[in-house]
């Protein structure tokens, strides 16, 4: 099992002999949740790419973890990126997408407020569960053992996804009708760099208005086999299979 691995708003500078101290709700977490002890390893990051790996000293209270902390490392941004475009599904389903997204080792969440989504993002309901999805990623994140952790952009409408897949080095729409001519994604052509966008409707599937735009804009319709995935699995199915093939799980 890898050390586990704790918050940092930034990196401060470590006091002398190396200690650096690890308070507030991480802290707590560390000493009164975990009960980590001297001797023990841990990773600290800020979640960027900046990271640590230190050794517990110490801890006071219930709330302080005091390390060794003799040196910050960065993580290099990978050459080829991948995000997802999710629509927004039902309920805590949004949720259980970015987790495993975050597990699989995406680079960057859009939520989607596609034309049959039934779940609507507004003022306070869209900033509550924003922040929702921004703290699984982050959670799911520590528990994957990550020092980089996927960006949950802010919600998009269709026409601002247009737009991004415009700028997108390959774009793809996991789509599946007998209607609609697609591709299997296990064989499509892919960048060495740059970023890949996929875009994962709700559980209606993509309007054929939608489909239009995304086509125009550069993404064509894949799938991903014989079987129909809901929309909380199929970005995560798309993203390991991708990062199979780019050498990222190599």
């Given at each position: 099992?890898?050390?586990?691995?704790?918050v940092v708003d930034r990196f401060?500078?470590?006091?002398?002999?190396?200690?650096?101290?690890?308070?507030?709700?991480?802290?707590?977490?560390?000493?009164?949740?975990?009960?980590?002890?001297?001797?023990?390893?841990?990773?600290?990051?800020?979640?960027?790419?900046?990271?640590?790996?230190?050794?517990?000293?110490?801890?006071?209270?219930?709330?302080?973890?005091?390390?060794?902390?003799?040196?910050?490392?960065?993580?290099?941004?990978?050459?080829?990126?991948?995000?997802?475009?999710?629509?927004?599904?039902?309920?805590?389903?949004?949720?259980?997408?970015?987790?495993?997204?975050?597990?699989?080792?995406?680079?960057?969440?859009?939520?989607?407020?596609?034309?049959?989504?039934?779940?609507?993002?507004?003022?306070?309901?869209?900033?509550?569960?924003?922040?929702?999805?921004?703290?699984?990623?982050?959670?799911?994140?520590?528990?994957?053992?990550?020092?980089?952790?996927?960006?949950?952009?802010?919600?998009?409408?269709?026409?601002?996804?247009?737009?991004?897949?415009?700028?997108?080095?390959?774009?793809?729409?996991?789509?599946?009708?007998?209607?609609?001519?697609?591709?299997?994604?296990?064989?499509?052509?892919?960048?060495?760099?740059?970023?890949?966008?996929?875009?994962?409707?709700?559980?209606?599937?993509?309007?054929?208005?939608?489909?239009?735009?995304?086509?125009?804009?550069?993404?064509?319709?894949?799938?991903?086999?014989?079987?129909?995935?809901?929309?909380?699995?199929?970005?995560?199915?798309?993203?390991?299979?991708?990062?199979?093939?780019?050498?990222?799980?190599?």
């Open positions: 099992m890898t050390a586990p691995v704790f401060r500078e470590s006091g002398p002999g190396g200690r650096y101290v690890l308070d507030g709700p991480e802290g707590r977490h560390a000493v009164s949740v975990k009960r980590l002890n001297p001797g023990e390893d841990v990773v600290l990051t800020d979640g960027l790419g900046n990271w640590a790996d230190c050794v517990v000293l110490e801890t006071e209270g219930k709330d302080r973890l005091i390390v060794q902390l003799d040196s910050v490392m960065q993580e290099p941004e990978p050459e080829l990126r991948i995000t997802v475009v999710q629509a927004l599904p039902k309920g805590d389903r949004g949720e259980v997408a970015v987790e495993t997204m975050t597990e699989t080792g995406v680079d960057a969440v859009v939520p989607w407020q596609a034309s049959r989504c039934i779940t609507q993002w507004k003022g306070d309901r869209g900033a509550k569960s924003l922040a929702k999805w921004r703290a699984t990623a982050r959670e799911a994140g520590k528990q994957s053992r990550r020092v980089r952790f996927p960006e949950v952009r802010d919600a998009m409408t269709t026409k601002q996804v247009v737009a991004f897949l415009a700028t997108a080095d390959f774009a793809a729409v996991l789509h599946e009708d007998r209607d609609a001519p697609s591709e299997p994604l296990a064989t499509a052509g892919l960048p060495d760099h740059g970023e890949i966008v996929l875009v994962v409707g709700p559980e209606g599937g993509v309007s054929p208005e939608e489909l239009a735009a995304f086509a125009q804009a550069g993404a064509q319709p894949y799938r991903l086999g014989p079987s129909v995935l809901r929309t909380s699995t199929a970005g995560t199915a798309a993203a390991a299979l991708l990062m199979g093939r780019t050498g990222r799980w190599s």
